[in-house]
T-cell receptor, first 109, second 118 residues
């Protein structure tokens, strides 16, 4: 599976949008972009995934560039409970999930 | 999404003893289960993958005789840490993948088990 690069940490003000970038320049045509997050001492929580179109659900939006070499996870109105480590994972449909270092997002009041 | 549970949520044991951690898929049949380990301030590292009824496949560097994995049914996998030592203290997370009508072959994660070996 393609490797991903994320900033190690980000801050966001409560109530503002949090935009988390991810680079995956070696992504293959059959690989999806997944986002998970992990709140301290809990298991990873699925957020969203996409192939090439932008996706939105009740938690977040996923914007994938046209060349699919990067993506951005958007939390539209961050709350203190969104403080977590966010993982961007690229994988083909039948492969297992392998986690990188992720981005530690801190939402501040 | 589907639910995966783990038991116990935390365990403290003496060095040299064995500890069993259970992972259950509550509302789906997990044809494949994964076990991860996470040390403090680090990411999750895949330890092994198991398909129901088959032997587990271990990642490089993971001792199969130390970390015994059993996946005897479509809803239960167990990880036994044999002769545990303090360096085995970690957060162990399981994940299940199965055939769900509305999933893209997703993996669903358990809440994790914190093991502390004294």
């Amino acid at each position: 599976d393609a490797k991903t690069t994320q900033p190690p940490s980000m801050d966001c003000a409560e109530g503002r949008a949090a935009n988390l970038p991810c680079n995956h320049s070696t992504i293959s045509g059959n690989e999806y972009v997944y986002w998970y997050r992990q709140i301290h001492s809990q298991g990873p929580q699925y957020i969203i995934h996409g192939l090439k179109n932008n996706e939105t659900n009740e938690m977040a939006s996923l914007i994938i560039t046209e060349d699919r070499k990067s993506s951005t996870l958007i939390l539209p109105h961050a709350t203190l409970r969104d403080t977590a480590v966010y993982y961007c994972i690229v994988r083909a449909i039948n492969n297992d999930m392998r986690f990188g270092a992720g981005t530690r997002l801190t939402v501040k009041p | 999404g589907a639910v995966v549970s783990q038991h116990p949520s935390w365990v403290i044991c003496k060095s040299g003893t064995s500890v069993k951690i259970e992972c259950r898929s509550l509302d789906f049949q997990a044809t494949t289960m994964f076990w991860y380990r996470q040390f403090p301030k680090q990411s999750l590292m895949l330890m092994a993958t198991s398909n129901e009824g088959s032997k587990a496949t271990y990642e490089q560097g993971v001792e199969k005789d130390k970390f015994l994995i059993n996946h005897a049914s479509l809803t239960l996998s167990t990880l036994t840490v044999t002769s545990a030592h303090p360096e085995d203290s970690s957060f162990y997370i399981c994940s299940g993948k199965g055939l769900l009508a509305d999933s893209y072959n997703e993996q669903f994660f358990g809440p994790g088990t914190r093991l502390t070996v004294l």
